[in-house]
């Protein structure tokens, strides 16, 4: 790949601190509604499974044609293709990035014949594990593994539930605290729980400490030895310490498959497990579907291109410090946990590909809560904090629910779903319309404070608006659908990460405390103080005596 610009070298950067100041800053979406009957219109667009309105975002033709240029300055589509042609755009670990490898048909993208095996393989497995359930002879799979190797298929399983084979239950653990192992597996019966050990590198302390316990629990539950070898298997890109660990069985993948990326390999399997072969290519079909509409829609018809455009404006022009993410779906509660590793462990960094400082803001704070859980928690901030938050809501148009119900329970079940998708339009719509001093005014207060003056009140009251959002509408909560929507985000990561200039995929950042966690692991043990700064040692001190 040429050369590229880093934003802050292109001329567009600079024509959009001055568009910024000039118009940006007092953008007004109320008025950009009244002044504009079709905002709607040219700002909301179908991508695939994935319907997008961005209107009641803090742009206009002006901005996002300075973004675009930005964009082309940057070398966006040169540094996509990079990737799509397996160039090691991961410098520092001298790697390709050829996670949308995964989802490609057969016989299309890199590496196509060793990925079709080793997803056939996967997919024999997983529905042999199905056919076990359905005869009675397993009952639980416990997926072990953490970070990428565990936050995507956590949340996709709790996604697509309603699709999930009813005799197995699936079970996540990552933490290393005991207690997250220790309840899933009270409630198990060795003989017919299946264990799946999940880690690329196969080195990592959580994920191995899980393994070696569950392992102990499975042989003091009175199987054998032998049993291990039909209970336990590994997915991993290093098969000779998954071997070494002792198992007999390891799905293997390639380095050029990041961790946060991993979902679409071997790393998968408990998602086939749960929902079986054909739906786990369903979700690679929707991933790929988004990965076309990303290599070959114009940009300024893209909507991975167009929402990291919108993530630059907001973070390095208005200052906006994080984003809130709405899953009105309780299905994708998991969803901002796997989106907070996507997001910040690709882009949350300080120097550029060349190694230099930074001069201007990267990754925002990605977290949120399933709606409308989340309106009776921390939107109170949202709507009247002293920082503005950019939403993202996602509804779900239809339901599914599985087993299906009737009668009454199911009126009732549709009617909840009419008021979760009201509720979801009315905090878009209430952060953006907010209410003046003088409506708060003429409103009869529920309670009337004897302290305070009516204008006070109202001034409480009140609601300053023009907060922004964007809503994603899917028709389902289906694999493909949920596969497009992933990579949608995926891809709206590469695009910021892009622009910054920066390794959207190393993550450096993580190991220190692990270095660290290593040295200190044996004081807990032997009670050595020597060397340590005064915090660690007084707080070690304290946990010893
Ligand atoms: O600690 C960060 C990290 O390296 C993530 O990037 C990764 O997803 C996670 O740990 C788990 O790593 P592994 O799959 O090698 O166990």
Same mark, same amino acid.
């Given at each position: 790949m040429d050369k590229v610009l880093r934003c802050d070298q292109s001329p567009a950067? &600079?024509?959009l601190r001055a568009h910024f100041e000039h118009s940006g800053r007092q953008f007004d979406l109320r008025q950009a509604f009244a002044s504009d +009957?079709? !905002?709607?219109? /040219?700002?909301?667009m179908q991508a695939p499974e994935v319907f997008a309105d961005l209107s009641k975002n803090r742009i206009d033709a002006q901005t996002l044609a300075l973004l675009l240029q930005l964009a082309r300055d940057c070398g966006l589509e040169a540094q996509r293709d990079a990737m799509l042609a397996g160039e090691a755009i991961n410098l520092t670990e001298d790697r390709a990035v050829l996670h949308m490898a995964l989802r490609a048909p057969a016989g299309q993208g890199l590496f196509s014949s060793e990925v079709q095996a080793s997803l @056939?393989?996967?997919l024999a497995f997983a529905e042999s594990m199905r056919d076990k359930a359905a005869q009675g002879l397993i009952s639980d799979v416990?997926?072990? &593994?953490?970070g990428g190797s565990d936050l995507g298929p956590a949340m996709a399983v709790t996604a697509l539930q309603s699709f999930a084979h009813p005799g197995l239950k699936l079970h996540f653990v990552s933490n290393v605290d005991g207690h997250d192992l220790a309840p899933v597996l009270a409630e198990l019966d060795p003989a017919r729980t299946i264990f799946v050990i999940a880690s690329k590198t196969f080195t990592t302390q959580e994920t191995l400490a899980n393994a070696l316990a569950a392992r102990a629990w499975f042989l003091a539950g009175g199987m054998a030895e032998a049993d291990v070898a039909s209970h336990f298997v590994a997915t991993s890109s290093n098969k000779t310490a998954a071997a070494a660990f002792g198992i007999a069985t390891t799905f293997g993948f390639w380095d050029w498959v990041g961790g946060r990326y991993s979902l679409w390999s071997v790393i998968g399997l408990p998602i086939a497990i749960a929902i079986g072969a054909d739906n786990f290519r =369903?979700?690679? =079909? &929707? =991933?790929?579907?988004? /990965?076309?509409h990303f290599v070959? +829609?114009?940009? =300024?018809?893209?909507l991975p291109v167009l929402l990291g455009l919108i993530d630059i404006w907001y973070r390095n022009f208005h200052g906006f410090t994080s984003r809130s993410v709405a899953p009105y779906h309780q299905g994708l509660k998991r969803l901002p946990a796997y989106l907070q590793q996507l997001e910040m462990e690709s882009n949350g960094k300080g120097v550029d590909r060349a190694g230099q400082p930074l001069s201007y803001a990267t990754s925002p704070v990605v977290w949120g809560e399933a709606g @409308?859980? &989340?309106?009776?928690?921390y939107f109170q901030m949202l709507h009247q904090g002293t920082d503005v938050i950019p939403v993202?809501?996602?509804?779900?148009? !239809? @339901?599914r629910h599985v087993p299906q119900v009737s009668g009454e329970f199911a009126e009732r079940l549709a009617d909840q779903h009419l008021k979760l998708l009201a509720n979801c339009l009315s905090q878009s719509q209430a952060l953006m319309q907010g209410k003046r001093v003088e409506e708060a005014l003429l409103e009869r207060a529920p309670t009337a404070s004897t302290a305070l003056d009516a204008l006070t009140v109202a001034r409480h009251r009140s609601f300053t608006g023009n907060r922004p959002s964007t809503t994603l509408v899917l028709d389902q909560l289906t694999p493909r659908s949920l596969g497009a929507l992933i990579a949608l985000y995926e891809h709206r990561v590469f695009v910021s990460g892009a622009l910054w200039g920066i390794n959207s995929f190393d993550q450096w950042g993580v190991e220190l405390g692990k270095a660290l966690c290593s040295g200190l692991l044996p004081r807990l043990s032997n009670g050595d103080l020597s060397g340590l700064d005064g915090s660690t040692a007084g707080l070690l001190g304290h946990l010893l005596a």
């Open positions: 950067w &600079g024509a +009957a079709s !905002r709607f219109a /040219d700002w909301s @056939t393989a996967m416990v997926h072990i &593994g953490i =369903a979700l690679l =079909a &929707g =991933a790929h579907a988004m /990965d076309e070959q +829609a114009p940009l =300024a018809q893209n @409308t859980n &989340g309106q009776h928690a993202e809501f996602i509804a779900v148009k !239809r @339901t």
